[in-house]
């Protein structure tokens, strides 16, 4: 059973910083895209960051220059620094990952619980 939990939200003031981890457990062969997302309240889920097995990094534009996403493939880890936080910034930020169980078998995508990031004075 993989599992992923997300940690490192809470409350910050605008212009501050939070650092998001996302940390795996279970079988997992390989890991291969690993993302961030957010939800607003009333507002459906977006993608924010992707980060790829070769490290390659995406961003949505609103974030560009302030958010990083890396990655730990030794831990099975996914990060997010935020910086320069904006209110408009508050949701719950949610991990996901696509992975392989076993070699040669299919991928899967999995999601984290979610953590609460809320930008406010």
């Known amino acids: 059973q993989v599992r992923l939990v997300e940690s490192g939200g809470g409350m910050v003031q605008p212009g501050e910083s939070l650092k998001l981890s996302c940390a795996t457990s279970?079988?997992?062969?390989?890991?291969?895209?690993m993302g961030w997302y957010r939800q607003a309240p009333g507002k459906e889920r977006e993608w924010v960051a992707l980060?790829?097995?070769?490290?390659?990094?995406r961003y949505v534009d609103y974030v560009k220059g302030r958010f990083t996403i890396s990655r730990d493939n030794t831990k099975k880890s996914m990060y997010l620094q935020m910086n320069s936080l904006k209110p408009e910034d508050t949701a719950v930020y949610y991990c996901?990952?696509?992975?392989?169980?076993?070699?040669?078998?299919?991928?899967?995508?999995?999601w984290g619980q979610g953590t609460q990031v809320t930008v406010s004075s």
């Open positions: 996901k990952i696509i992975v392989n169980i076993q070699q040669g078998g299919p991928s899967y995508q999995y």
């Open positions: 279970g079988s997992i062969f390989r890991i291969y895209d």
């Open positions: 980060v790829t097995n070769d490290g390659i990094t």
